[in-house]
């Protein structure tokens, strides 16, 4: 079983590759680590730095030394973080260590998520029905966005022959997603919510408009139903079973329904795309959360252009990781990788006990890996945790 920490390079840098690795290896027992590789904006309590104790990494940068002919006249250009180009090619010294007996490597590959560049390239960004432009997301849909994020896998996994590529974010992003400071005096719905997620950037109504989906008519629906949202003076549920009962509650609306159901062709063809131009020896995994259908993630479609997938059991209990577990093998079918991934972050982990009875559903011939989040973010006991989580695996 594969058993990795998603960790990133500035910790490393830190802490020391030497220390990582024991902390990694001996002290949680782990044989895998998952490297930042492409990132996003935030603030992080760095819990084990030695140097600092509040990060604010680089927005929308990657973490590896390109090759600049697979680059060359691409119409959106990436950005090496100033801590690689500063400090040092943090990936090929953990893949150096892994030919010489350290662990293995993958590579945290954040793909759309990506405000630096939607700032730069704003015709590559998803717009919601009223044109609005969301810059923190590129759009699968948008050719440019999806020749970015194919050189972006082909050169890690040519350049640097990691173990595996775990994809965030090939997909749509949700309207609320944590941006600096946003205000909603609203008081949107989990429906709401997702009807401001939908794109119709031209990209997307001209690929729906190939496959016979009139996107314009499910704008002008959407558009709709978001302006009588504003106008009420409270919020109220237009529907009470969403997102429970999935995209049948679309149904009466035949031309919006059939907009939902191709907004999945996107995301699973580029993800396609990317198995196809990686390195034949390097696995491609999507990282997906429970309700990833609400980004066009359709797990079963793309269990069969990757390798597999990694599921998130962020916040869930026991029996919820057994379910997720039980669904996953069988969208993806037998073959194909499934890794369970965990949130170390206090409370939702309150202590060792809590860790062995989450990770315990998952230790199944039928499970090949096990993640665990973040390596730099947590103190130094919880590694402890997962050691006994995974006791004699």
Known sequence: MQLSMWTYPWDIQDLGLETVER??????????ISLATSYHAGRFLQARSPKRKAYFPEDGTIYFKPSAARWTHLAIQPKVADVIREGGDVLGQLIRRREAGGPGVSCWTVCLHNTRLGMLYPQAVTRNAFGDLNYYSLCPSNPDARVYVRALVADISHG???????LE?????????????EKDGVGLTPEDDFLLSLCFCPSCLDRAAKAAVDGEAARKLVAQWIVETCERAVPARRFPDFPADGLDVFRPWPELHAYLLWRFEPVTSLVAELREVAHPATKVLIIDLKDGWLGGCDLAALG???DGAILCAYGMQPDDVASVVTAGRAALGAGKFLGIGYRLFYPEMSGPDVLVAKVKPARRPDVDGLNFYNYGLVPAARLDWMKAALLDL
């Open 169 to 181: 974010s090939p997909s749509f992003m949700g309207f609320a997603h944590e941006y600096h400071h």
């Open 23 to 32: 902390d990694l290896m001996q002290r949680a027992g782990l044989n895998m």
């Open 304 to 306: 069969k252009v990757c």
């Open 160 to 166: 640097y022959r990691p173990d595996r590529i775990e």
